[in-house]
């Protein structure tokens, strides 16, 4: 017999975890799907954020923050170093293990269940058809024997829903979240996304270190062709001695791997650093996609492309679009009314997606050249020490109005 619920989220990244929480704190029956053995883990993620992420969290603040760099000196091609005063920003470095087996919690705390190492293979409701394998999701042709739902939606449209995994067992549900990374399958089972094409994706390495020769209160940046090519290298400070020291560059352009670029980097900058570990991934860096939802499919986080191209950072949008869906979920689990799913396309839209094209456009700009990122540079030099005397939220120079209320 399938096991039921009302909302299947596939992915327990900050979208996927946070979609739970809220979708279980209005009463619906959660259900997250995770191939990953352990929550949190491995990391791939250079760890830094702002503090605004409490907003859209059902927690308060805990062990998760390890620090509050106040300061970040920037390296630009011509060697000519300068710090900017970020203290106004409010920018935190997280332990996302700890960080998000504490979201986790708090969504069991409400009633999620948890199914981890199991890969979604196929959608029920519609039969969604899909062939080939994406991003570690299996897509194995149409599924066949996932119990549709068969809910009366808006006055006698039918809707159902629910997943396929990898050992056999079938999940009815009537409605599913993908939260499921850069290649979501989800969004590749639903017909929602494609994909990304090479310049729109990046790749990534980092290392986390040990050592004495970090400043607790600053965060590093570097750019220029010798060290990472159309992207930047950076060092973010953790508790004590550890940091996590890492190199981005774009998915084109004929330059070495990332984990090359940095390994170069590390052996001339830091020789006298210990590495304790290594990860290495895609980062998405291209354009948020036009719709996130299609019949019973919701999509939010990497999964829908909700990352600023810019810097390649999403744990910001992924927490709020994680809310707005879990919020529409938990409505719709009550009614079962379709406006729900179309008003958290519209929200999430109106929230964030302008200013994530916008981060699209400067990146196609800033990364074109060393020479136009010095320029970029310049301009940052000159107006860094006016940002703490802005009377508007400095962020919203970078983000736009709707990403920082």
Known sequence: MAREADVVVVGAGPAGLNAAIRASKAGAKVLVVDRKKTIGAPVHCGEGTFARILKPLDMEEGRWVVNRPENMLLHPPNGKEFNIDISSLNVIILDRVLFEQEMAKRAEELGTEFILEKTVVGLGGGGVKAGGTTGGVKAGGEV???????????????????VALDDGEKIT??????????????????????????????????????????????????????????????????????????????????????????????????????????MAGCVPVGPPIDTAVKDNVMLAG??????????????????????????????????????????????????????????????????????????????????????KYLPIDPLRLWWGKHDVS
Not at 329 to 340: E, I, N, P
Request: include cysteine.
């Open 173 to 278: 549900s009537h409605l599913v979240i993908g939260c499921d990374g850069i290649e979501s399958g989800i969004g590749r089972l639903s017909g929602l996304t494609k994909p990304l094409p090479l310049e729109d994706m990046g790749s990534a390495a980092q290392y986390r270190m040990e050592g004495d020769i970090w400043i607790e209160d600053t965060v590093d940046v570097f750019v220029g062709d010798k060290i990472a090519p159309g992207g930047y290298a950076w060092v973010f400070p953790k508790r004590g001695k550890l940091a996590n020291v890492g190199a981005g560059v774009m998915g084109v352009g004929g330059h070495p791997p990332a984990l090359t670029l940095l390994r170069r980097f590390v052996e001339e900058r830091y020789p006298d650093a210990r590495i304790v570990d290594t």
């Open 302 to 387: 990497d999964a829908a492309r909700h990352a600023y191209a810019i810097a390649g950072g999403g744990i910001h949008s992924a927490l709020w679009a994680g809310a707005m869906a879990g919020d529409a979920a938990g409505l719709f689990a009550q009614d079962k009314q379709r406006v729900h799913i179309r008003e958290y396309d519209e929200n999430w839209k109106a929230f964030m997606h302008k200013n994530l094209k916008k981060s699209y456009a400067r990146k196609a700009k800033m990364y074109s050249s060393e020479k136009a990122m010095s320029r970029f540079m310049s301009g940052l030099k000159f107006a860094a020490p006016l940002i």
């Open 144 to 162: 066949e024997g996932v119990k549709v739902g068969g809910v009366a939606v808006d006055g006698g449209e039918r809707m159902g829903g629910g």
